[in-house]
């Protein structure tokens, strides 16, 4: 009765065939989950089996893809033209999903290595190196594999590559910029992820990823700035956190000429004391720069350890060298000018 039936309706039959190869696929997926539950029953699959979790489309892919050739030809689709396509449509489904299985895995493998390595700069550059080469091949062989399915001879294309040549390297020209920037970026390691940049255009922020195509750092407005690593190469970058681990806050004040100074270095440094953000070693530092023309101008040097707090240490800077100076009586003079009147008589 059933055989009956699915000769008089071939499409259905075919489409029997793909069910049961997506069914046989998904059981691939339980008994695999339950051979790892059983080797380890103490782990988790949500944080020790994020590759189990990822495996099971390609799995139910491959396993449909297997039966697709039977199933067009039991559907009796091969009488129409455009069946050839189709069979290659379904068997390119698995290599997208396995090239997209391997990727996934590679980073996350990769990310979870740096994070174990963060404090190890070299380590940190050469797994970022590698990661982004690996997910370049497994790209470029799952293209090479999606075009054996399609039985796409690049052949002659290649025989007269001249000007096909010449029109694709122009196209990917910013493309390979970016990437071979990339790479001189990794080998000579002008900033590292984590560090503290300052862009010519002015934007400043950390270095959070450094990619293929490149690099992306998160400003203290929290926006995250995505920029070629083409133009990183060949710009000016300020790195404010590589070689040593402090940045110097500058905070410019004046007083008054009646003023002592050697007491006006004391009270400012005084007041610095209870500040926690201000690193001991090396020491604040007072040093006085010109006579201005209201006020003898003077520099308080600071030290801290991250440059994100700059902002927050000068704003409390700034407060208790004002209470200090009210305190101890000591005037910031403001611009005054003197208008003198003269009567001619």
Not at 88 to 98: E, H
Not at 132 to 153: A, H, K, Q
Not at 170 to 195: E, N, Q
Request: with cysteine; charged share 20%; aromatic share 10%.
């Amino acid at each position: 009765m059933l055989s009956r039936w699915l000769a008089l309706n071939p499409l259905a039959h075919g489409a029997l065939i793909l069910l049961f190869g997506t069914a046989l696929g998904y059981f691939l997926y339980l008994a695999l989950v339950k051979i790892v539950r059983r080797s380890n029953p103490y782990s988790s699959l949500t944080s020790d089996h994020s590759a189990l979790q990822r495996a099971w489309l390609p799995l139910i892919l491959t396993a449909m893809a297997i039966f697709a050739d039977d199933a067009i030809e039991l559907a009796g689709v091969k009488e129409h033209f455009w069946w050839d396509e189709l069979l290659a449509g379904l068997q390119s489904l698995p290599v997208i999903a396995w090239t997209w299985f391997l990727v996934a895995i590679c980073r996350s493998y990769f990310v979870r290595l740096t994070n174990q390595h963060m404090e190890e700069v070299n380590v940190v550059h050469t797994l970022t190196l590698v990661s982004n080469l690996i997910t370049v091949l497994f790209i470029i062989g799952g293209c090479f594999v999606m075009l054996r399915i399609w039985s796409l001879d690049l052949s002659p294309l290649l025989a007269s590559a001249g000007l096909v040549t010449a029109i694709g390297a122009l196209a990917a020209r910013d493309a390979l910029s970016d990437f071979f920037g990339g790479i001189t970026i990794f080998l000579d390691r002008p900033y590292h992820i984590g560090d503290f940049v300052v862009l010519a255009a002015g934007e400043r922020g950390e270095v959070v990823n450094i990619g293929i195509r490149s690099t992306r750092i998160r400003t203290r407005d929290d926006v995250l700035v995505s920029v070629p690593n083409s133009v990183m190469v060949g710009a000016k970058i300020i790195n404010e956190t590589s070689l040593v681990p402090q940045y110097r806050v500058r905070c410019r004040l004046g007083v008054a000429y009646n003023s002592d100074l050697d007491e006006v270095e004391r009270v400012i440094l005084d007041s610095l004391k209870e500040n926690p953000n201000i690193l001991r070693d090396p020491e604040p530092r007072v040093r006085f720069r010109a006579f201005g023309d209201w006020a003898v101008e003077l520099e308080l040097l600071a030290w801290i350890k991250d440059p994100r707090d700059r902002g927050l240490v000068r704003d409390q800077i700034i407060r208790e060298i004002h209470q200090a100076f009210r305190e101890g009586k000591i005037e910031i003079p403001y611009p005054q000018q003197e208008v003198v009147y003269r009567t001619d008589k």
